[in-house]
């Protein structure tokens, strides 16, 4: 018993000159008269401490109980009271402290350096094993230094003191190294210079880590890397960089397989699959508004084939995959091309901190420079970072899911030649999504692609047929014999026309049809009726057009729509409607008719069809005839002019529409019912 108190004793001792050490360490401070090198000093001092305490928090010195049972050795234990004890001296000797390494008392008035950020972390997390130090020592009288504040005042001096201080502690682990799975000494001080984010106090720690600290050195270099990434991150990033792809719907079980294994289909579209694997420059995705071309770019990005597959591509370089989805109804960020380069970066070099230096060097110098707020990149500096990404990292592979091209906020030409200059790159290859606009069309159309209307058929029947007959009103109730459900099934599947989204609208009127026990012609009006979702849809497409295109726009759609509504016809002759716009659709100018010839009339043909994509948006279309042959004019004369669903006529015959101010005409001596009648004469005439 006697022997165990005996070694109790001991240890309290010990942890006396322990306590001891740190407290003298901490009355040394730099004077903040003698600037930065006296700060270094002070943080060189900080980091011993830090190394002193963490020593003894790894002993576990101030638990009696716990502590490490190496200490019970009477010679470890005496060799680290004397090492201590030598650290005591070193510090307790305020006539050697001044001669010998040029510190001095500090006077009532002399403003002091604050403990460095370092320091006070470090200290916080010893501060309950402290106090109860400090409590034990005055009670057992072990602490014997009187209190003397120290000031900084010659460096080269202080240097030896802080040199001899380290070998001590050094050799306080080299004694009791860390056992088994414990880490290195160092480690909690790592933990803490990793936690630091500050790009100045971190440089204060690099210069305090002299040549006899070199890990230090390393680490703090990594930490003032990290750090430097994270500002540069912090900065490319914003709130809703990610919020479009995130907030767009799953595609529904089952659909959208077609993509990654083709089944035998005639529709005609370039092999997405071998693009994956082996394509290079860009895949278009091309679709009428609604028809699921996000929720498609969302499935390729998230699936698992697809990365596999982009694996064959890349080889042995280091795949990397990013994406922005685009977004018009969003915030600047969203809808820019500055937002699009912005995200796509922050998606790489998030994955890639490394290639911050080389892609974005102006802002790594400005992180590094420890400057407030670093500047946003400028467009042209977002341009040669990635075409450094595309042709100075050559053990990098790039692809870009860029979805909504059209919903660009800008002149889309601009964001055109930006996807175009990413695609030149050797090492990046854009997969991109987007309504089949005029400029699009021109720019990609001779690019790999698919017309995502033309191959969702399967999809939409798969969607309709499972929400119609799961449900109890079919399953159960068995309200519809199979004939009216087929045909309600069939009806949706072509009203659709290949838009997924109306589909999915029209089934929620059908749903509520169920719930009110509609019977089967009650059942068939609903669909036959406009959701009123659409309606913004729609709108939002009209508010998008040119103001100097809408007056232009508006006597389209409405010759469209008084063509429908009076049932003049089954459809509106491409060639009449070219000639008729030929003529600025003017009453005067269509009085008088003139033979063309059939490359005047092809030309005109083409020549509407691409004004109709920049004058309404798509909502109307030229519908081709099926040719033998395969020139890009054949089958335009004998073409016609649609709404691209018949969902925009059904939106456009909606109460009071036509009082919207995009859908004025500005011309009071038009009328649509006249301009048909002409155009129909001209057709007679020819």
């Known amino acids: ?30 004077a903040k008269s003698m600037g930065q090198d006296y700060e270094i000093l002070e943080t060189k001092l900080d980091i011993e401490k830090t190394l002193l305490l963490q020593w003894a928090d790894r002993l576990q ?7 490490d049972k190496r200490l019970d050795d009477p010679e470890i234990r005496v060799i680290t009271e004397r090492t201590l004890g030598c650290i005591r001296l ?80 050094a050799s306080l682990n080299k004694m009791l190294p860390p056992l088994h799975q414990e880490g290195p000494a160092r480690t909690q001080l790592r933990k803490e210079i990793n936690r630091v984010q500050d790009i100045g106090m971190l440089k204060a720690i690099l210069h305090a880590s002299t040549d006899y600290n070199t890990d230090l050195i390393d680490e703090t270099n990594k930490a003032i890397t990290a750090e430097c990434a994270r500002l540069v991150l912090d900065r490319l990033w914003f709130r809703l960089i990610d919020d479009r792809r995130q907030n767009i719907a799953d595609a529904y079980s089952q659909t959208l397989e077609w993509a990654i294994h083709p089944p035998i289909s005639t529709a005609t579209w370039s092999d997405l699959n071998k693009w994956l694997r082996s394509g290079r420059d860009i895949y278009w995705v091309s679709g009428k508004p609604g028809s699921g071309k996000s929720t498609l770019m969302k499935y390729l990005y998230d699936h698992p084939a697809v990365k596999n597959m982009l694996k064959e591509w890349a080889g042995d370089r280091t795949l990397t995959m990013a994406s922005f989805f685009l977004w018009n109804l969003g915030t600047e960020e969203q809808k820019s091309q500055k937002g699009l380069a912005r995200g796509l970066l922050y998606h790489v070099l998030s994955v890639a901190p490394s290639l911050i230096p080389v892609t974005l060097p102006s ?14 990149p400028s467009e042209k500096e977002l341009s040669q970072a990635f075409m450094r990404l595309g042709t100075d990292v050559q053990d990098g592979a790039y692809v870009f899911f860029i979805d909504g091209l059209d919903e660009f ?123 009123p979702e659409l309606k913004d849809l729609f709108r939002h497409i009209l508010d998008r057009i040119s103001p100097r295109y809408l007056t232009q726009a508006a006597k389209l759609l409405q010759i469209c729509y008084k063509s429908r509504l009076l049932e003049i016809s089954d459809s509106i002759s491409t060639l009449a409607l070219a000639w008729a716009d030929g003529n600025n659709l003017s009453i005067p100018s269509l009085q008088s008719f003139k033979k063309q010839s059939l490359e005047e009339q092809r030309a005109k043909c083409a020549m509407l069809e691409g004004r109709l994509r920049s004058r309404c948006m798509g909502l109307l279309e030229v519908h081709r005839v099926a040719t033998l042959h395969s020139g890009p004019l054949e089958g335009l004369v004998n073409s016609s002019v649609d709404f691209m669903h018949r969902t925009v006529f059904e939106f456009l015959n909606t109460p009071g529409i036509w009082d919207l101010d995009c859908l004025q005409t500005n011309d009071s001596g038009f009328d649509a019912t006249i301009v048909l009648s002409y155009m129909s004469s001209f057709l007679l005439y020819l």
């Open 363 to 376: 802002m790594w110098r400005e992180a590094q420079s420890d400057s407030m707020e670093i500047a946003l």
């Open 1 to 30: 018993m006697a022997e165990v108190a005996g070694l109790v004793l001991g240890t309290l001792a010990l942890v006396g000159v322990f306590e001891d050490c740190v407290g003298l360490i901490s009355q040394i401070a730099a």
């Open 61 to 67: 010195l101030f638990k009696r109980q716990q502590y």
């Open 409 to 531: 906020s800008g002149d889309h030409r601009y964001s055109i030649s930006f996807v175009q200059q990413l695609a030149k790159c050797p090492n990046i290859k854009v997969l991109l999504s987007s309504r089949p606009i005029d400029t699009c069309v021109a720019a990609f159309s001779s690019k790999p692609n698919l017309a995502l209307q033309d191959l969702t058929k399967g999809d939409i029947e798969l969607y309709v047929a499972n929400t119609v007959r799961s449900h109890p009103y079919v399953a159960e109730l068995k309200a519809l014999d199979d004939a009216v459900t087929e045909r309600l099934i069939d009806d949706l599947q072509k009203k659709a026309a290949g838009v997924f989204l109306w589909v999915v609208l029209a089934c929620r009127s059908l749903l509520e049809g169920f719930a009110a026990f509609d019977n089967p012609s009650e059942l068939q009006g609903r669909v036959d009726e406009l959701p």
């Open 90 to 169: 070193l510090l307790q000797d305020g006539t050697d402290l001044q001669s010998r390494y040029g510190v001095l008392p500090a006077k009532r008035d002399e403003d002091i350096q604050a403990s460095s950020v370092m320091s006070r972390r470090l200290m916080s997390h010893q501060k309950d094993q402290l106090v109860h130090l400090q409590a034990e020592n005055r009670r057992n009288g072990f602490s014997t230094f009187t209190k003397i504040k120290w000031v900084i005042k010659d460096k080269e001096r202080f240097e030896c003191l802080i040199r001899d201080l380290s070998e001590l502690i």
